[in-house]
């Protein structure tokens, strides 16, 4: 039942236009007056003895801005997908950390040239295991995959062909420490 009310919330949301309009909105808004604050383009006055920017019409160039990116659908579109992906990064990211962390303490930094060969190698294994999990949610693992369950006898030979050739090509190329 709770699961029923929070999808008919969402959808309510949804239909509001929350996720289509709202949300873009803001962000467009608060980007371009945080870019307008910091970047004093529109001048600045002195109030007081101080001086500060102008505020109503930084906030007004942001308001108009705004609302012409979500008069398009297609930037809104674009935003939507844009920031989904940013988000997936940054889970990304935070997910490696944590992986990564429960192998350093908390007093220690994450250096890896200075850790030790097997803290390396679980921090390289972590990353690969990161990567290979966002692959295949975004089903980009899928094609890679189908070469292997379609691996006939003229893929195998070619297979082994180019690896006993690289192999071969690195051994004579390698320098002597």
């Known amino acids: ?3 029923n009310f929070m999808r008919e919330s969402i959808n309510f949301l949804n239909d509001f236009g929350l996720y289509d309009v709202v949300l873009p909105f803001l962000l467009v808004f608060t980007i371009v007056f945080a ?5 004093k383009i529109l001048g600045t006055t002195i109030v007081e003895g101080q001086t500060v920017t102008m505020k109503n019409q930084n906030a007004m160039v942001a308001f108009v801005m705004s609302f012409l990116v979500i008069a398009s659908t297609q930037l809104v579109s674009i935003i939507n997908t844009f920031m989904a992906n940013v988000v997936l990064i940054i889970l990304l990211i935070v997910s490696f950390m944590m992986l990564v962390g429960t192998f350093y303490g908390s007093e220690s930094e994450f250096t890896l ?3 030790p060969g097997w803290m390396q190698v679980f921090t390289i294994l972590i990353f ?18 189908s070469i292997f369950t379609n691996f006939e006898g003229e893929w195998a030979s070619s297979l082994v062909f180019l690896v006993v050739l690289g192999g071969f090509i690195w051994f004579i190329t390698r320098e002597e420490k």
Not at 130 to 145: A, E, G, V, Y
């Open 35 to 39: 870019i307008l604050e910091k970047t």
């Open 1 to 3: 039942m709770a699961d």
């Open 128 to 145: 690969a295991g990161i990567s290979l999990i966002f692959l295949d949610s975004m089903d980009w693992l899928q094609p890679i995959i």
């Open 113 to 115: 040239k200075d850790s």
